[in-house]
């Protein structure tokens, strides 16, 4: 059983470039969501889904843009990167929302942007 | 949004030592998640919570829903215990879905 399932694990990016981190997940959860990572803080919600063609904005949506054309997955867009974006992000789904079931996470994705 | 504060934020202790880590939160929720990050940094769920206790193996978690509190312990820890442990709640108000997470307690056991 894959679970979530995030590519890349690692990445370096420069200035300016884009990259598209992807996750999926074989559970057929109708919630996914994206969190990033900083060292010494709690993990912050980027964006959220509740099902295939909805998305919404989380606590730090600035600089990421998200899609969710199927239930499997839901990648993460960084258009222009910037130094502020480095972190690590954490894919997860649940199956009945924060407040219904637990949450799986992804392995997370370590992304450095010089 | 819900505010989750843990302590303490680091915790060394002995192999068999009794571990007691605390979350509190703002605002009252339907549940609340205990979270075990390893060092090579994946996240896995160690209990979701809406009130009492709940008991796997060493770890036991309670939550006390009108003092908005809740406590994890660890009975007879061990080094394999070594991890950072975080609290977190669902978002509150305004619809939105998603956690917010206490800052982690990072947990160090020596043998």
């Known amino acids: 059983n894959a679970g979530v399932t995030q590519t890349p694990k690692f990445r370096i990016l420069k200035i300016g470039q884009s990259m598209t981190l992807q996750c999926t997940q074989d559970?057929?959860?109708?919630?996914m969501y994206w969190y990033r990572q900083d060292p010494g803080m709690g993990l912050k919600l980027i964006y959220y889904s509740v099902g295939a063609g909805i998305t919404d904005k989380g606590e730090v949506p600035n600089g990421y843009n998200v899609s969710r054309s199927t239930t499997e997955d839901f990648p993460l867009r960084l258009e222009l990167a910037a130094p502020s974006q480095t972190s690590v992000y954490f894919c997860?789904?649940?199956?009945?929302?924060?407040?219904?079931?637990?949450?799986?996470f992804g392995q997370g994705t370590r992304l450095t942007v010089v | 949004k819900n505010e989750v504060e843990q302590s303490p934020q680091n915790l060394t202790a002995q192999e068999g030592e009794f571990i007691t880590i605390n979350c509190s939160y703002s605002v009252g929720i339907s549940a609340l998640h205990w979270l075990q990050q390893h060092p090579g940094g994946g996240i896995v769920s160690l209990f979701m919570?809406?009130?009492g206790k709940k008991k796997h193996g060493r770890l036991i978690a309670t939550i006390n829903i009108q003092e908005k509190h809740s406590s994890l312990h660890i009975t007879a820890s061990h080094p394999r215990d070594s991890a950072v442990y975080i609290c977190a709640a669902p978002y509150s108000g305004g619809g939105a879905d998603g956690l917010t997470f206490g800052k982690g307690t990072h947990l160090i056991i020596q043998p």
């Open positions: 559970m057929n959860h109708n919630y």
């Open positions: 997860a789904s649940s199956s009945l929302g924060s407040g219904g079931t637990e949450a799986f």
């Open positions: 919570l809406s009130s």
